[in-house]
């Protein structure tokens, strides 16, 4: 029996397992097992619709017994938290996992940089609990404020920050920018004493874009109502306040809520088996041009974990849905190629159709094509 054995069951993990389990349908001798430390998919690209109220909560999971039904594919529920790639086992929290064949998928976290206080004390937005944790304080504090009677304590609480303009911060900001209105009304609280900051040390929105497209980012963020700082680092945040930096100058300011949206690293277990495999960039794994980790030809890397520069471009192939779904179809070929010994192994070449971010429920920018 060979294992084949998919840690992270997110949209590479999942896509994964679904093409392998379709190719290697009639190889009776092979065991599919996807383990994550969730029971559900998590649908990432719409958190910060979660966080602020757009969408329900239970939308964006889906149970991955169900998506698995009919198939096979064995579904684990563990946290895996070493990886011994000479002996071929996995050690997770409640169990040990051989393998033959490894795929890690366990994509991203957040990453701090080191600015005091950011991991203690901001909100972060990269699984579904900090989604619904996020979506909570968000009615929280709109509670607290209406019942606080000291201005400034109130305009304290009702004063928010997003920290950094990228795709994530953007979203966050826009849809935090349409609940609010909903909010205000709910609990009978002036608009006009809610502040809102998307606050990036870049000079412009969602860098992955054209400038003009930043551009309207920006403006239309102004026009909801958010104030766009660029250029503008954070130096500390604390329980009520935030330190931004503009040049040599470090302001404080007082805060009630801090979303932090700056940037990300390889989850845990890639940091993790960093110790092991060739890494770089913020801990991604570095690979060969079949997806497979540098010198070990039977661990494979999809999804958000790939660090890859496909042949003729320049730059590592982008941490989105898009890279998920196209690393899923050479892994599965590949990891055929080599398990049945027949065929031929086929490079990684992405097609990338383009980038769209919104700003709220009602307006978003999109760049077709690459
Ligand atoms: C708010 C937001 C909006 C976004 N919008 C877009 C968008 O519009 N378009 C786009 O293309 N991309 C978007 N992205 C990026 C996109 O979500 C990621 O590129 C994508 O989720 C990466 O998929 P993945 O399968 O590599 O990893 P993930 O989706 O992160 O899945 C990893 C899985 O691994 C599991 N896992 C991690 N560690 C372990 C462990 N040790 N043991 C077991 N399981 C583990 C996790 O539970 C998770 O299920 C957005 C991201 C966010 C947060």
């Known amino acids: 029996m060979k294992n084949i054995v998919i840690v992270g069951a997110g949209y590479a993990g999942v896509l994964t397992a679904k093409k392998l389990a379709k190719r290697l349908k009639k190889q009776e001798n092979v065991q599919i097992t996807v383990i994550d430390k969730n029971p559900f998919h998590t649908m990432y690209t719409e958190l910060h619709e979660v966080a602020a109220h757009r969408v329900d909560e239970d939308s964006i999971k889906i149970s991955l017994e169900r998506v698995f039904a009919g198939r096979n594919v064995h579904v ?12 071929k086992v996995l050690e997770g929290r409640v169990g040990t996992y051989p393998y033959d064949y490894l795929i890690l998928a366990t994509g991203s976290k957040p990453t701090f940089f080191g600015v005091p206080g950011a991991e203690e004390i901001s909100y972060t937005l990269w699984s579904y609990d900090d989604a619904v944790v ?21 305009r304290r609480l009702l004063t928010f920050y997003v920290v950094g303009a990228g795709f994530t911060g953007v979203e966050m900001a826009g849809e935090l920018a349409e609940l609010v209105p909903l909010l205000c009304e709910k609990f009978e609280i002036d608009r006009d004493e809610v502040s809102m900051f998307d606050v990036d040390v870049l000079d412009r929105t969602v860098p992955i874009l054209p400038k003009k497209l930043s551009d309207k980012v920006e403006r239309r ?8 700082m660029l250029g503008t680092g954070v130096a500390g945040i604390g329980k009520d306040y935030i330190e931004l930096k503009q040049g040599d100058t470090v302001e404080c300011h007082q805060a009630g809520t801090v979303i ?17 495999l060739q890494t770089a960039r913020r801990g991604r794994v570095v690979t060969d041009k079949y997806l497979r980790a540098v010198d070990h030809e039977d661990v494979f890397i999809a999804g958000d974990n790939i660090m890859y520069v496909p042949e003729g471009e320049e730059n590592p192939v ?15 070929h590949n990891l055929t190629v080599q398990l049945t010994g027949q065929g031929e192994l086929e ?5 990338f159709h383009g ?8 307006y978003g920018v999109a760049q077709v094509g690459t």
């Open 347 to 351: 490079d990684y070449r992405p097609k």
């Open 134 to 154: 996020l979506r909570e304080h968000l009615l929280h504090v709109f509670r607290r404020a209406a019942r606080e009677t000291d201005p400034a304590e109130r």
């Open 76 to 87: 684990v529920l563990d946290t895996v938290t070493s990886i011994d790639f000479d002996g």
């Open 221 to 228: 963020l102004t026009k909801m109502g958010v104030q766009v």
């Open 318 to 332: 982008p941490q989105m849905v898009e890279n998920c779904e196209q690393s899923a179809d050479t892994i599965a």
């Open 260 to 276: 932090w949206t700056a940037g990300i690293e390889s989850s845990d277990i890639v940091s993790e088996a960093a110790k092991a």
């Open 355 to 362: 980038v769209m971010v919104s700003v709220g429920g009602r």
